[in-house]
């Protein structure tokens, strides 16, 4: 099982709705407020994630979880696309 595979079936088996997306150079995802609990984990690329007015930058490897009501945005960086997971927790 590779790695993207091996982490979505532990996150579905946690309840976690889960979709894996391929995201182009420069997109920008203007601030939202999720209703739920998410997980964002990127496997290439690298982008910028701002929760409730911190900014980080992720790369391969790098996960955050969303708390329910956080305000988020995000932001492609450079000219790579990201291959990210993201996870969402239905109650």
Known sequence: M??????QARLE???YWV???LLA?????DAYCPCET???AVFSGQMRIVI?????????G?????????????EIIGEEPVLDLEATLHA
Do not use: K
């Not at 590779?2 to 982490?7: A, G, K, V």
């Not at 790098?62 to 995000?74: L, N, R, T």
């Open 19 to 21: 979709a894996t997306r």
């Open 25 to 29: 150079p420069g997109t920008i995802f």
């Open 13 to 15: 088996a946690q309840g």
């Open 62 to 74: 790098d996960w955050v979880e969303i708390p329910a009501g956080a305000m988020v945005s995000a």
């Open 38 to 40: 998410r997980i964002e």
């Open 2 to 7: 590779n790695p993207i595979s091996n982490l």
């Open 52 to 60: 409730d007015g911190r900014s980080r930058l992720m790369g391969p």
